[in-house]
């Protein structure tokens, strides 16, 4: 989790106080980049009060969607550090240690999961694909 200095936080505590005047709902879910937390405006726009609008979310499912993301590429990032410390113990060791190994083997399935989850995400949202098919005859 990002932690926010204290003038952070104090301006987010003003805006959300703004936001909240304004007649803005706030969400139970957080900004993906800095863990504030989201709020939706009357225009159904979800903006975050320090990086205002990051997340241009038209539902919370997209809001749900980003903070996913950020999981997964978190997750990615924790699974390579661990895989690297594996590494390193698997070339200290002189006979190969198959506890090593099977840790480095349920690691590298973790891996192949989330990056499989993560391109599966990308597949799932097309850019601007119009309605209606061009149908062949
Ligand atoms: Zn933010």
Known sequence: MVTLSPEEKRMAIKRSTELLRQGATMLGL?????GSPLFR????????????RVVIARSESDVV???????????ERVLLR???QLTEELAREGPLNPELVEQASRVLELLERTSRLRSARRETSP???????????
């Not at 850019?127 to 005859?137: K, L, M, T």
């Open 65 to 75: 969607s980003a903070s996913v993301e950020a999981s997964l590429e978190r997750l």
């Open 30 to 34: 957080q900004c993906p980049r800095c």
């Open 127 to 137: 850019p601007g694909q119009g309605r209606g098919g061009a149908q062949e005859g």
């Open 82 to 84: 661990h895989l690297d």
């Open 41 to 52: 405006l009357r225009s159904g726009e979800v903006v975050c009060p320090i990086h205002g």
